[in-house]
């Protein structure tokens, strides 16, 4: 095996890792340099994204007005092709409701299947497709208005 693909697969880990506390702490700046400007996402029936701005306003709308969560990850797979790669991973995350939505949680366990493209600037995420397991919980713990 070619060493630098190891450098590659942990360059992506990496950005997985930076993508899941950028929405855990809400730094939505942080996502210049994890997804690409024309990235794309699918999120499940009529949650489409286009472009880096539309995956900001999409977290923004879910994340914005609950309380803490958590997006964990695991059984992380990545292929790399070049200048383009591949991962999967496992995701079980974790929202709990802000004030009178306090006493809700939602979780939606899953996976994320992702294309990364690489760029001067490093591995960037071109295309999101989020696999939903299962629902645990109340949607009202994200306070959607």
């Known amino acids: 095996m070619d ?3 190891l450098f590659d697969e942990r360059a992506i ?6 993508l899941a506390s950028a929405m855990d702490n809400r730094a939505w700046d942080a996502l210049d340099t994890i997804i690409a400007d024309e990235a794309e996402g699918d999120f499940g029936e009529g949650y489409e994204v286009s472009g880096r701005a539309g995956f900001v306003a999409m977290f923004r709308r879910f994340l ?9 990850l695991g059984n992380i797979l990545v292929s790399i092709d ?3 790669a591949t991962s999967r991973c496992y995701v079980r995350d974790m929202h709990q409701g802000d004030g009178i939505h306090s006493d809700k949680f939602l979780s939606t366990p899953g996976e994320y299947r992702d294309q990364w493209a690489r760029t ?3 591995w960037r995420l071109v295309h999101r497709t989020k696999i939903n397991l299962m629902m645990i919980g109340s949607v009202e713990a994200l306070g959607l208005k």
Do not use: K, M
């Open 82 to 84: 070049g200048e383009r």
């Open 13 to 18: 880990h990496h950005q997985l890792y930076a």
């Open 64 to 72: 914005g007005n609950c309380g803490p969560t958590q997006h964990l």
């Open 3 to 5: 060493i630098s693909l």
């Open 120 to 122: 001067s600037h490093g």
